[in-house]
Every structure is written in C-alpha cells, then in structure tokens.
C-alpha cells in the first residue's frame, strides 16, 4: 500500500484545514486507517483512526470535538477534517494504514506510512 498525504498549508488560529490521504494498492477498504503528528522535537502521536467499516472512530483527547475522521473507500481515500485549529496543532501530518481490525493508537500498530503533510497554525 502506497500512501499520498495532502492539504496540510499554514492557517490563523480558529481556522479549518482538510486533509486527504489517498491510498494505492489493495485492499484498502480492509484496512485501519490513521492520522498521526509529529511536532518539532517532539514524538509521533496519535490523532484519530476509524475502522474499515467506518464505524466508531477514535480519538486522541487533544483533537476530540474538533477534528473528524472519515473515509470513503470507493475513492481509497481517508480524510481528516480539522475545525477550530490551535498553535499546539502544527506539526507534520502522517495518515498510516493498519493490516488489523481494531483501531489502535499506536505508532507500532501501522503496516505503512505516508510521507506526511505539514500544518502550521499561527496564533
């Protein structure tokens, strides 16, 4: 599975990005998609990821209320909207695929990586 990440870009605090990974290979509607962020001097975490069924997405406590996973497998994409964006948001944006059923918010739990999209919120 290929990975191609986009719409990262800079915005003003309180602004809204969308972000889309469209992703090559098969099977994607299998898999556990993700979006993880990497902050400068800082370690990958978890933002959100959603099941193939697209039931019950997940997460992190950070972003809960402002951000939205989604997916529509058809086009293999999954996107990750983001509302109310803060300073504390910028980083690089990484969408990942996970061969399992179960959403896990864990960087060792991903199969494949994109090459990630950089969001930067000024305040």
């Known amino acids: 599975v290929q990975l191609q990440a986009s719409g990262g870009g800079l915005v003003q605090a309180g602004g809204f990005l969308r972000l889309s990974c469209a992703a090559s290979?098969?099977?994607?509607?299998?898999?556990?998609m993700g979006w993880f962020r990497q902050a400068p001097g800082k370690e990958r975490e978890f933002v959100a990821a959603?099941?193939?069924?697209?039931?019950?997405?997940n997460y992190a406590d950070s972003v809960k209320g402002r951000f939205t996973i989604s997916r529509v497998n058809a086009k293999n994409t999954v996107y990750l909207q983001m509302n109310s964006l803060k300073p504390e948001d910028t980083a690089v944006y990484y969408c990942?695929?996970?061969?399992?059923?179960?959403?896990?918010?864990?960087?060792?739990?991903?199969?494949?990586w994109g090459q990630g999209t950089l969001v930067t919120v000024s305040s």
């Open positions: 959603i099941r193939s069924d697209g039931i019950r997405p």
């Open positions: 990942a695929a996970d061969r399992g059923s179960a959403v896990a918010p864990l960087v060792e739990n991903y199969d494949y």
């Open positions: 290979g098969t099977p994607f509607s299998s898999y556990v």
